[in-house]
């Protein structure tokens, strides 16, 4: 009886021994980041371009979650859509508007100002809302540089 269970488990050792080795490939990264803001090293901010296309998102840490690694995404569209984009929350700041809400790929945007800086919540399709830190118009400048959006 002995010898019939050492055969078994020497059986069932070798087919795991024996296990094939797949190579993982390294996928082509999508998209690349143009520009970026921190606040003590924590990421407020990340501007984003697809691989060969002209088409931008925006990665942020959610501040209405406690988790530092609660990193989301959101898309924005086209270059001439981030220049709108960018020019919306530039223009609150200036003019002094408290509050604009727009819809842009799927999601609800809402800008909130106080003082000179600009908070902004998205709700995407399912209803979840998230908050993106307050930013002035430097980081706004920052966050979508002209010079990258030629």
């Known amino acids: ?86 020019d919306i929350m530039l223009d609150m700041i200036t003019s002094k508007t408290n509050s604009k809400t727009i819809t842009l790929e799927g999601n609800t945007i809402t800008f909130k100002r106080k003082s000179n800086s600009i908070e902004t919540l998205i709700t995407n399709p399912e209803g979840v809302t998230s908050q993106m830190k307050w930013i002035t118009a430097k980081h706004i400048n920052m966050l979508f540089p002209s010079n990258k959006l030629e």
Do not use: W
């Open 1 to 86: 009886m002995k010898k019939t269970i050492l055969h078994i488990i020497a059986f069932i050792t070798c087919f795991a021994v024996n296990a094939q080795i797949k190579e993982v490939k390294k996928e082509t990264k999508a998209f690349e980041q143009l520009s970026k803001i921190e606040l003590l090293g924590k990421l407020i901010g990340q501007l984003n371009k697809q691989t060969g296309k002209d088409f931008y998102t925006v990665s942020y840490k959610d501040f209405k979650n406690t988790d530092p690694n609660d990193i989301k995404t959101f898309a924005i569209g086209n270059k001439e859509t981030v220049k709108q984009y960018r």
